[in-house]
C-alpha cells in the first residue's frame, strides 16, 4: 500500500488531488496545516509528502528542513506557486526532492509522484555503498564521508552525487544532470546546476588535496581523480 501524506490548506485543491491519487491506488492522508503535519510525519511511515509552502503554522520550507533535521528522509514533493529559480534553491536547500510550480497538469504531478516512489524505493532495495577513490556513499544510511570525514549533504545534493558516483569517469551533460535529477528540461535549469555542483564541490572537494568534481568546459561535468 503506497501511503500519502498530503499538506495543503486549500479545499479544492485537497480534493482535486486527493480524488486523483486515490484513483490511482494511493492511500492518502491529509493536513491543513504544518503542525499536523509535522505530528503526522514524525508519528507515521509515508512513502511519499506533498506539501505547499504557504501553509498556516509551520510554513512548509520550515517543515520540511525540521523533517530532515529529526532524520526522516521520505521523499517530498513542493507544490508552490513559487517558480523562480531562487524559490527553487530554497525548497531544494530545505530538504526537497521535488518541486511542482501551480498551476499544473494532474497527469505532470502524478509522474511526478510515481517517480519518487519509485526511486525511493529502488535505494532502500538497494542498500548498498557507492565509492569512488576516498570518497564514500552509503545508500542505507544516507552517510556520505571522504577520507573517513562525514560529509552533510541536503536532499538534493545527495541526488547529484549520487548520480556522479553511478556515472564516474563519464562527462554529464547539464542536460542529462537535469533530466535526471530535477526531470525537467528548461531554460532555468543550467543556473541550477551550476549552483548545485559549486555546493557539492565545497562540502566534497574543499580541504582535500586531490579534486574529484571537475568541468568539461562545453560539455558538463565529470568525477574523476585529478591529473
Known sequence: MMKILLIEDEPKTVQSLKQGLEENHYTVEVA???ILARQLATRNTYQLIISDII????NGIDLCRELRAL???TPILMLTALSTTDDKLIGFE?????YLAKPFDFKEFLARVKALIKRSNQTILE???LRFADLEMDLTSHLVSRSGQLINLTSKEFQLLE?????QEKVLSKAEIAESIWEVEDENSSNLIEVYVNYLRKKVDKGFSSKLIHTQFGMGYILRMEQ
Do not use: K, V
Request: no cysteine.
Open 163 to 167: 548520480y556522479f558516483l553511478r556515472n
Open 32 to 34: 491543513y496545516d504544518g
Open 94 to 98: 530545505a530538504g526537497a526532492d521535488d
Open 55 to 58: 501553509i498556516p503554522g509551520i
Open 127 to 129: 542498500a548498498q555503498t
Open 71 to 73: 532524520g526522516i528522509q
